[in-house]
């Protein structure tokens, strides 16, 4: 087995420029999850939603979740039959027709329609992008190319406030909506130019074009990968049943369960919630703060990138729980009256102080390790079921928050948050092994050669 761990080779600039097309997919996800909370009142104002048709307004707003989770079931078949390239085209296809369904929608079903179809294309794309970066990158910067797409997710989300906040005097929603129209074609027309994942075509049979990509990406130094590549397709090819075997379940319970565990830390309610939560701790501009927490969002997200591929994803996670915890036991407790009636600016300090951690910590990691752990031949049923974890446990969360903090108080829902982050960090400590660095195929060697899950990051032994 070759190390490239030190590899910085002649693609990484190549790299670098292809992951952030692949991550335009990203910026839609943040921006068509975040536009809805400028957009609403004035949809339900000119579609005739009544005041009290809460029912209405939450299927407009849950669509995209919904949608999202048909997207991640849909992306294993998708990405293995179409392959990573075409999946995210057909991505970037679904991104443009369901945005304009919203945009020219004369009835609220058709925006309803345009939101489970830009949901679908979400989830879709929060599976496929992840696996094609991580695929076409080098091991020394694989982390931090993968992080892109999360540092997307939170500029789309930036994006979007940003543009509720243009929109808001005219009150104009299609025009919100059809701001997402330029990242959707820019993500389609990039990508028809992009290689497709070299691990694919081998995966196909399509050996020499796998190696006119590698050779692309890697410059001449390409054959020991390719030989490896070729060594992870010799094994079974199978499906999601496999998934359940001794050897495969391990990795299904680390990659769903990072999920579930950035879900309950409860993040899209701060995300989804802001102005309420501000506006509760008595903030007179609540949109304002939760410009702010975009904007942190975005930074810290930057800080993430850089660091990923230096500090490890452990001790990234390790940072990211702790953080988290601290941050939401301090909210909580002000939401108690533990600090007396004013609170707006320890409020907005912890809600701050999360997004630091989480979005360093939580943030990427879980889709970075998600596109490491599986072996080639299940890479995609893998990815799909995690991203289940994404999607049902984002929806669990958003759907159960107003009802927690009406039966148990808001300071009560953050420390359960809280609670079950100290979950996370122990799953972490005992579960999640450290891929930084490793090229895939070693992490693969490493599982079929019988290593423990916590150990699949670690060097491979002579021999293997
Ligand atoms: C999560 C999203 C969340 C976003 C916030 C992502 O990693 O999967 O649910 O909205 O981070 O930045």
Not at 46 to 67: F, H, P, R
Not at 234 to 251: A, E, I, N, V, Y
Request: net charge neutral; glycine share 12%; hydrophobic share 50%.
């Amino acid at each position: 087995m070759h190390d490239q761990a030190g590899q910085s080779g002649p693609g990484v600039g190549y790299i670098f420029s292809i992951s952030m097309v692949a991550a335009i997919a990203g910026l839609l996800f943040g921006f068509d999850t975040g536009i809805i909370a400028g957009a609403l009142t004035f949809i339900s104002k000119s579609m005739g939603i009544a005041e009290t048709d809460t029912m209405t307004k939450e299927a407009v707003v849950a669509a995209v979740t919904l949608g999202a989770l048909f997207g991640a079931m849909a992306s294993s078949k998708c990405s293995d039959y179409f392959g990573r390239k075409k999946s995210i085209i057909i991505t970037s296809l679904l991104f443009t027709i369901g945005t304009l369904c919203i945009a020219m929608a004369f009835h609220v079903y058709m925006v309803i329609t345009g939101r489970l179809i830009m949901g679908f294309a979400v989830g879709l794309s929060a599976m496929v992008a992840p696996m094609y970066i991580s695929e076409v990158s080098p091991p020394n910067v694989r982390g931090a190319v993968v992080f892109l797409f999360q540092l997307a997710i939170t500029i789309g989300i930036m994006l979007a406030y940003i543009i509720d906040y243009a929109f808001e005097d005219t009150g104009d929603w299609r025009m919100m909506f059809g701001v997402g129209l330029i990242p959707s074609v820019l993500l389609g027309l990039g990508m028809i130019r992009l290689p497709e994942s070299p691990r694919w075509l081998v995966l196909k049979g399509k050996v020499q074009q796998a190696e006119a990509v590698l050779k692309k990406l890697r410059g001449d130094d390409f054959q020991t990968e390719l030989e490896e590549i070729r060594v992870s397709v010799s094994h079974p090819q199978g499906g999601l049943r496999d998934l359940f075997t001794p050897k495969l379940f391990p990795l299904v319970v680390i990659t769903f369960g990072l999920f579930v565990f950035q879900q309950v830390s409860g993040v899209n309610t701060i995300f989804y919630y802001g102005p309420e939560l501000f506006k509760e701790a008595g903030f007179s501009a609540p949109i304002l703060a939760s410009v702010v927490c975009g904007g942190t969002n975005v930074l810290a997200s930057v800080v993430g990138v850089w660091v990923v591929d230096r500090l490890g994803r452990r001790k990234l996670l390790f940072m990211g729980f702790i953080g988290v915890i601290v941050c939401l036991t301090v909210l909580g407790a002000a939401y108690k009256g533990f600090f007396g009636p004013n609170i707006h600016w320890l409020s907005l300090a912890a809600v701050l102080g999360f997004i630091v951690f989480f979005a360093i910590g939580l943030g990427g990691a879980p889709y970075i390790i998600m596109s490491e752990l599986f072996p080639l031949t299940h890479r995609s049923a893998g990815m799909a079921t995690a991203s289940c974890a994404n999607w049902g446990f984002n929806m669990l969360v958003s759907a159960t928050f107003l009802s927690l903090v009406q039966g148990l108080g808001m300071g009560t829902t953050f420390w359960l948050y809280a609670a079950c982050s100290v979950g996370g960090l122990i799953f972490t400590i005992f579960l999640v092994p450290e891929t930084k660095g490793r090229p895939l195929e070693e992490i693969e060697a490493n599982l079929y050669a019988g290593k423990k899950s916590r150990h699949l990051g670690d060097p491979v032994e002579d021999g293997l």
